[in-house]
């Protein structure tokens, strides 16, 4: 490749469908995760029970959408701060940005809304949509900081992970088990969002918003943090930006890892050499 490779603009409508899809699975798992462990009764319905209930659902939801056709297709950022992360790092295109975003805060409201299948118990007082707010002892901009610091971390490790062609296949469950443990640390102090869609989706099917913004400008923060870490600490950039990348599924997101399938069918880039049989004068 004579060229650095970069992300293909255009509209990815099988890419954007498979984040709508993703998306609205991982938060469909964490409102039944919810409501199951209230159902449950104690110990499981008790906070510290619930919340690493919650936090193993989410993770495991994670790395199960990376690797389904869903996420081989589309990468399962399954949030935009990941999406925006990528983005700063020229991996992700202005129409991806976009599309991917739009896709995700869709699929979140989808799945938080398709919760109404376990009846009146996902509105009830206890599971409330699985709504996530601050703790009462964390102000906001305390939790905004907590929520910019982890998800950060959480973003940078991914981004090298990315970056490693040795490491590369540890993206997803690192993902995963990040999210978990994050989510048990500070699900009392900052509410554990690390995602926009994960505090605006609940709120917007519930129509109670008790603090969604620190769940928007925290991650969001905390993505121009890990992109910044990964310039400044000149740690390799992203290889590709799917958390499982299957050569077998084309990608539109800058990717420097050889395909069996063709990258792109654009018209713009030179056609396969043709064999010896297309010189073969006609009779
Ligand atoms: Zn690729």
Known sequence: MSTAPR????????????????????????????????????????????????????????????????????????NPAVTFGLWRLGVVSHADLAGYSIAQLAGGVAGIAAGR????????????????????????????????AATALQLAVV????????????????????????????????GAGFNPVRGLAPDIVAGSYPGWWVFVVGPMLGAVLAAGAVRVLRIASPLTGKLWHDPRFRCWLRCAIPHTTPKSKSSDEAPPPVGTEAEVPAR
């Open 7 to 78: 992300p293909r603009g255009g509209w990815h409508w099988s890419a954007w469908g498979a984040e709508f899809g993703g998306t609205a699975a991982l938060m469909f798992a964490v409102a039944t995760a919810k409501v199951a462990a209230i159902a449950a009764g104690p110990p499981y319905s008790g906070l510290r029970f619930r919340i690493a209930i919650i936090g193993a659902v989410a993770g495991l939801a994670v790395v199960g959408v990376a690797l389904s056709p869903w996420g081989r297709r589309s990468g399962a950022h399954l």
């Open 117 to 148: 299948v376990w009846g009146g118990r996902i509105a009830g007082g206890a599971v409330d949509w699985a709504i996530i707010a601050p703790g009462p002892s964390t102000g906001t901009g305390a939790a905004t900081a907590w929520e910019a």
């Open 159 to 190: 981004f090298a992970l990315l970056g490693s062609e040795r490491y590369r296949s540890w993206t997803a469950p690192a993902a995963g088990a990040l999210l978990a443990v994050a989510i048990v640390a500070l699900a009392t102090v900052s």
